[in-house]
């Protein structure tokens, strides 16, 4: 025969179950008041605003423009921008190669810029602009950075500055940092033909097609020539040496220097 348990007896842990059901309730509409008061107190305090914004790797451009550009402001709401929007803005300046935005110390902003290497320097009348790693031009007048770069004259042709660019990044960087200046030879039908002025005194003649190729041989051929008078290396079809004085007149009486043959390859 089953157990009859009296209804009274069943009271008190109903009265318990509905107790505690109603202090679940309680507590989950408290802890949502609370957070929503913390969200309301949080996005109208300082803490929520941007703090500072810093710019690194600025070289080609000042500082402020990039944060300029960045459309972002201190003191505007931290959360009310897209980082991936911000990078977007900044990658279509002039010179930057890559950008990366992240927030900083809950407040702050850094942005972080890579600019394209200078690959030379671009002299006409008197000013100098930049041509950089991908082919980008600056003109005259922005703020020119320490770089040690060759000077590029004559290149007002294009396609002649852009071949020209090609070959000085192929170009080995011991033999790179000799460089002084290449002067573009415009009288030539070719629009190839180049003469280059070495740091070490040396001069060369050159085409565009085959610089880099040919000038990897400049350190063995001038270490051949050490002693000797300095003179022009002539690099265009074969290679060999003449001296100051027979190419453009002796200054002084010296020794013949023979020259030095290097087919090429």
Do not use: C
């Not at 702050?108 to 200078?118: A, F, G, Q, Y």
């Amino acid at each position: 025969m089953d157990k009859v348990i009296d209804i009274e007896d069943r009271i008190p842990s109903m009265r318990e179950k509905r107790r505690r059901k109603t202090n679940k309730k309680f507590l989950f509409m408290l802890m949502i008041f609370v957070v929503a008061l913390l969200a309301i107190l949080y996005f109208q305090s300082a803490l929520s605003k941007i703090g500072d914004i810093s710019v690194k790797g600025a070289v080609l451009h000042e500082s402020s423009l990039y944060k300029e550009r960045s459309g972002l402001t201190t003191a505007a709401p931290l959360w009310s921008f897209s980082i991936a929007n911000v990078e977007e803005r900044l990658m279509a300046i002039n010179g930057v190669e890559e950008v990366a935005v992240s927030r900083k110390w809950l407040r702050d902003i850094e942005i972080v810029i890579t600019e394209w290497d200078t690959v030379a320097y671009l002299e006409e009348a008197g000013q100098y602009s930049l041509l950089l790693e991908n082919g980008d031009t600056f003109p005259a007048g922005v703020l020119l950075p320490e770089a040690e770069a060759p000077i590029l004259n004559n290149f007002t042709n294009a396609d002649s500055l852009k071949r020209m660019s090609t070959q000085l990044l192929k170009v080995e960087n011991d033999v790179y940092h000799l460089i002084s200046e290449i002067i573009f030879d415009e009288s030539a039908e070719d629009e190839e033909s180049i003469t280059v002025y070495m740091i070490d005194g040396f001069e060369v003649r050159a085409i565009i097609s085959t610089f880099a190729e040919r000038m990897a041989f400049y350190p063995e051929i001038t270490a051949q020539l050490k002693g000797h008078e300095k003179g022009v290396i002539d690099m265009e079809v074969g290679t060999f040496f003449v001296p100051f004085s027979k190419m453009y007149g002796p200054v002084d009486e010296e020794e013949e220097v023979d020259p030095v043959d290097e087919e090429d390859e």
